[in-house]
């Protein structure tokens, strides 16, 4: 039998710090080589997602479980005080991630944005006002690679129920998405990647709409009632937030798509 085309290379290891959506996406998409990790997890856990293994960042003592992977996906955020920032980057020196491969999931809200619809590619100032930022931006000068991830959707997370629920509240301000299968494809990707080591990546679909027109599209696809109206919130200006996040970096070096289309794929 010819066996030319089929050989696979294998998954490579990699540590899943955080046990939230993305990572049981990840593990669903494909559990072989994956450890997942939780500051509910056990030291004997065998890294499943019903089982994680024990990582505190709090806890120095727990740190010692990256030791035998190279590759590893931080999940939550590096720092959400300005007191976590060091607390992140001792963690990273003293476990020697430098030599390691370090992805860091981030969001898109790190960039800093003057122009309403601005279309924001990697090199767009980021904000640094957040001590997520500048943790993530310390980390990515010490080699890790951070994915700036737009707003996630999929099963369990439905724009339709954000706007149901008032979540949104400028119909003419852009949204970004990204579904939750791509998000695993472009780990994948990366996973088997030289590690793109301090780089920034954007991680959208490259769809760029208005929320009325996501509402249109719903309507026509009889995912939201046709009477559905969005009613401009007054005292929460358009602002800043409002943006378009380009995804060309992404597209040239590391994931093409295809990427998921919503409405017309749904959530799944």
Same mark, same amino acid.
């Given at each position: ?87 992140? =980057? ?5 476990? %020697?991630?430098?030599?390691? @491969?370090? $992805?860091?999931?981030?969001?898109? &809200?790190?960039? !800093? ?63 970004? =998405? ?5 998000? %695993?494809?472009?780990?994948? @990707?990366? $996973?088997?990647?030289?590690?793109? &080591?301090?780089? !920034? ?68």
């Amino acid at each position: 039998m010819n066996t030319e085309h089929s050989f696979q290379p294998p998954i490579p290891s990699a540590l899943i710090l955080g046990r939230g959506y993305v990572a049981k996406a990840l593990l669903a998409f494909h559990s072989l080589g994956f450890c997942v990790t939780s500051r509910k997890g056990t030291t004997q856990g065998n890294g499943s997602f019903e089982q994680p293994k024990y990582f505190d960042l709090d806890d120095p003592g727990s740190w010692s479980v990256v030791e035998s992977f190279e590759q590893i996906v931080w999940t939550f955020p590096a720092a959400q005080k300005d007191a976590e920032i060091e607390k992140s =980057l001792r963690f990273f020196e003293s476990k %020697c991630l430098q030599k390691k @491969r370090v $992805l860091i999931l981030a969001s898109t &809200s790190a960039y !800093r944005v003057n122009t309403v619809g601005a279309l924001v590619d990697e090199k767009f100032p980021l904000d640094f006002n957040q001590p997520r930022v500048r943790a993530e931006e310390d980390l990515r000068d010490r080699g890790a690679c951070v994915l700036h991830l737009a707003g996630i959707y999929g099963t369990g997370r439905d724009p339709v129920s954000w706007l149901q629920r008032g979540l949104i509240k400028n119909p003419d301000s852009f949204i970004n =998405l990204i579904h939750i299968s791509d998000i %695993c494809h472009i780990m994948m @990707r990366w $996973l088997y990647s030289d590690g793109l &080591s301090g780089r !920034r990546l954007n991680a959208s679909d490259g769809r760029h709409r208005t929320w009325n027109k996501l509402i249109e599209d719903l309507k026509r696809a009889s995912l939201l009632d046709a009477r559905f109206e969005l009613t401009p919130d007054l005292g929460s200006p358009q602002g800043t937030s409002s943006k378009r996040i380009c995804n060309e970096v992404l597209l040239k070096e590391l994931y093409s798509g295809p990427f998921h289309s919503y409405p017309e794929e749904g959530l799944g």
